[in-house]
C-alpha cells in the first residue's frame, strides 16, 4: 500500500489519488480553501477507498450543522462498504469507526479511535490534526496538550508537517496557560509552516491574554500570507485583530473590520455568526450602538433554532437573538435545548448543564433582567469550558456574567470574577477588566476587588 506525507498507509491505488490526497492534507493543516477540492478528486479517482469517504465524514461534521450531518452519514455508509471488503488499512478502518463514534453523537469516542491511530503511528499529521479539532469542538484544552506532546517525536524536523503539529502544540500550550511557550512554539511552527494559520493564531491569542494589543496587531500585520490563503478561518484571524483593536478602545476601526472583513461575506457557517455575534455584544457593552448588523445575524439564528448540533453555536444564536431583542425566538431556542438535555451522549450532557442555564441567562440579559442573567450564567460559569471553543470565544460570556452582575448591584461576587479572570491572564488587566474594576470600586465593592489585586 501506498503512504502519504503522514507516513501513514492510505489504501489508495493510483498515484494520481495520491498526490490528490496529499494536497487535500496540505491544505486541511493550514485552513486552506483548496481543502475540498482535493478531496473530491480523490473520491472521483478512488470512490470505493474507504480512507476518503471517513475523512469526508469527519469533516463534515466539524461544520456543526444539521444538513452537513447527513452529508457525513452518506459518507459513513460508503466507508463502511469499502470497510466490508477486507483490504482496508487499519488507520482507514479506525478512521471509519470514529465517524460512526461521532454520528453516534459520542465525539469522545471519535477521539478514541483516533488516538488509537496515533499510538500506532504517531506520525499520523491528519489523525493529529483531526483529534485536536474535535477536542477543540469538546472544550478539552489539556487533553489536546497531551494528544499533541505524545505526538511531537515523531514529528521531528525531517517530518513535512511538523510545522502544522508545532501550531497545535502552540494552540494547546496557550490555552493551558503556558503563554511563554505557546509564543515560542508558534512561532517555530511558522518557521516550519509558513501558511499555518493555525499556529499563528495560536500567538494571537498569547497577545489577547496578556494585554498586549499593539504586538499582537503588529504580529498579524506581519504575517498576512500565513492566513489569506484560508477559508473561512480568515474571518475568524480578523476577528482576533479586531479584538486587539478593541482592547485599545478604537472602535470606529472594530466596526470597519466587522463591516469590510469579518462579516463581508454574509454566511451562515456557525463559526462566522459566532465571530460576529461576539464582537458585536464585546461592542454594544463598551456603550457602542451596532444598529442593524444584529438584524442579519438574528434572521440567520431564528433559521437555526432547531439545529442542536453544537452548544457552543446555539449561544452563539442566543446572542444574535439577544441583541436584536427577540425575546420569543430566544425562548423557543431555550425550550428547544432543554428538550434534548440529557445524560445519554456526550452534546445531552453539556446541553444539560451548563447550556440551558447559560442559554436562560443570555436570554434574560437581552430582556434587562440582570438579576435573573447574572444568576443563571454564573451557574453555568464554572463549566462553560465544555462548550468548546478558547477562551477568547468564551470571554463574551464572561463579559456579559461581568456586566450583568454590576447592573443588578452584586459587585463583591463580580469583584471575584474579575480576580479569577485576571488571574488566567497571568495577572494582566485587560482595558474591559480595568473598567469593571473602576465601576466596582465607586459602588463600594472594594474589598475582594483590592484584596485581588
Excluded at 494536497?23 to 477507498?49: K, N, Q, W, Y
Excluded at 447527513?70 to 469507526?97: I, K, L, N, V
Excluded at 463559526?271 to 438574528?298: K, Y
Excluded at 439564528?301 to 448540533?309: F, I, V, Y
Aim: with cysteine.
Amino acid at each position: 500500500m501506498q503512504s502519504d506525507i503522514c507516513r501513514a498507509e492510505t489504501g489508495l491505488d493510483s498515484l494520481e489519488a495520491l498526490s490528490a490526497w496529499n494536497a487535500m492534507i496540505a491544505a486541511f493543516l493550514a485552513h486552506g480553501s483548496s481543502t475540498p477540492e482535493h478531496l473530491s478528486r480523490v473520491l472521483d479517482l478512488c470512490p470505493d477507498a474507504a480512507l476518503p469517504h471517513a475523512t469526508k465524514g469527519l469533516m463534515c461534521l466539524l461544520l456543526g450543522r444539521r444538513e452537513m450531518t447527513e452529508a457525513a452519514r452518506s459518507a459513513y455508509a460508503a466507508a463502511r462498504t469499502a470497510a466490508a471488503q477486507g483490504h482496508e488499512p487499519a488507520r482507514a478502518r479506525a478512521m471509519t469507526d470514529a465517524l460512526g463514534a461521532w454520528l453516534d453523537q459520542q465525539p469522545s469516542g471519535a477521539i478514541f479511535h483516533l488516538e488509537g491511530i496515533l499510538a500506532l503511528n504517531p506520525a499520523d499529521t491528519l489523525a493529529l490534526k483531526l483529534s485536536h479539532a474535535i477536542r477543540f469542538v469538546m472544550g478539552d484544552a489539556p487533553g489536546m496538550r497531551r494528544s499533541v506532546e505524545r505526538a511531537l517525536a515523531a514529528h521531528d524536523a525531517g517530518h513535512p508537517l511538523a510545522g502544522y503539529a508545532l501550531g497545535c502544540h502552540a494552540f494547546a500550550l496557550e490555552e493551558t496557560g503556558d503563554y511563554e511557550a505557546a509564543e515560542c512554539t508558534g512561532r517555530l511552527g511558522l518557521e516550519r509552516a509558513a501558511d499555518d494559520a493555525w499556529g499563528l493564531h495560536a500567538v494571537a491569542h498569547v497577545h489577547d491574554m496578556l494585554h498586549r494589543p499593539a504586538d499582537g496587531i503588529a504580529l498579524l500585520e506581519a504575517n498576512r500570507a500565513a492566513w489569506d490563503h484560508c477559508n473561512n478561518f480568515r474571518f475568524h484571524v480578523w476577528w482576533h485583530k479586531a479584538l486587539l483593536h478593541l482592547d485599545r478602545s478604537e472602535h470606529d476601526l472594530v466596526l470597519a473590520l466587522y463591516d469590510q472583513k469579518i462579516r463581508v461575506e454574509k454566511t451562515d457557517d456557525y463559526r462566522d455568526i459566532a465571530n460576529a455575534s461576539s464582537l458585536l455584544m464585546r461592542l454594544e457593552l463598551e456603550g457602542v450602538r451596532c444598529g442593524g448588523r444584529w438584524s442579519e445575524l438574528a434572521d440567520l439564528a431564528e433559521a437555526r433554532l432547531s439545529d442542536g448540533c453544537l452548544v457552543f453555536a446555539d449561544l452563539h444564536y442566543m446572542l444574535a437573538l439577544a441583541g436584536d431583542g427577540r425575546p420569543d425566538a430566544a425562548s423557543e431556542l431555550v425550550r428547544r435545548m432543554a428538550t434534548r438535555a440529557d445524560g445519554k451522549t456526550d452534546a445531552g450532557r453539556v446541553i444539560a448543564h451548563p447550556g440551558v442555564a447559560a442559554a436562560s441567562g443570555l436570554a434574560a440579559f437581552g430582556e434587562g433582567r440582570y438579576a435573573v442573567a447574572f444568576d443563571q450564567m454564573s451557574r453555568a460559569r464554572a463549566h462553560m469550558r465544555t462548550i468548546g471553543g478558547s477562551h477568547a470565544q468564551r470571554d463574551v460570556f464572561e463579559r456579559m456574567t461581568v456586566d450583568a452582575g454590576i447592573r443588578a448591584g452584586r459587585f463583591d461576587e463580580v469583584a471575584a470574577i474579575l480576580a479569577e479572570r485576571t488571574a488566567q491572564r497571568a495577572g494582566r488587566v485587560d482595558a474591559f477588566a480595568a473598567s469593571r474594576m473602576r465601576a466596582v470600586a465607586a459602588a463600594g465593592g472594594t474589598s475582594p476587588l483590592y484584596a485581588a489585586q
